[in-house]
């Protein structure tokens, strides 16, 4: 039998934690950039593109693992030397980034209305706890690739999710910041869908119906009614 507790199913990585490889990764690699006359932002705008080919590629890789390889694999393209340090710094340090200031608040609102939560990030079993405790609110799941055996936005990662909390989709609502990895591949599934746009992008009427908010702040607005 099917639950009927309402659930928000959230993206963790830039939509709960303000997480940003290419903020802490920049200043590892800096040097290293500099002595061959790197330009920073393609170097990182690179680095953006081979993390997201390296969860697309197939099915789950450590994300740990992926993290060190796509900042190798970058450094590689622009003839900058790398060190196996650069990876294990940038992995350690990415254990500390912070929660978005307004996101505890309006989780414990949510569970307040008698909405349920859940995570599913694209993330290690081992990983994803330190962030979970960061947020400091208690989610009733939290999946990551390692569980589905796929990353977003392979569909593989999202019927895991929707295997797991056994849910009609009018029940779900998916809130996430990624467009790529979120907002667009979770249309097919008919849940409701909120895009926390924290960065001002632009959206896409083909992707429509989705309500967009830039911060958590007025989330639990939406389940007023």
Known sequence: MSNNT??????????LIDFDLNRLA????QERLDEVGIDHDTFLDNLRVMRFQAVAEGPYRRYQDLVRSTLENVMLLHGARYEDAFGDQLVEEAKSLPVFPEVPE??????EKGVQLAIISNSDRD???HHVKTI??????VITAEDAGWYKPRPGAFEHLFKTIDRDPSLVTHVAQGWEYDIMPAKQYGVRRIWVNRYGFKGSDF?????????LSTLPDFWNN
């Open 127 to 129: 990983f994803i706890p």
């Open 106 to 111: 309006a989780l414990r609102k949510l569970k």
């Open 26 to 29: 920049l200043p590892i690699v």
């Open 136 to 141: 400091g609110v208690e989610f009733d799941y």
């Open 6 to 15: 309402p659930i928000a199913t959230f993206d963790c990585y830039r939509t």
């Open 207 to 215: 992707y429509q119906p989705y309500h967009e908010i830039q911060d």
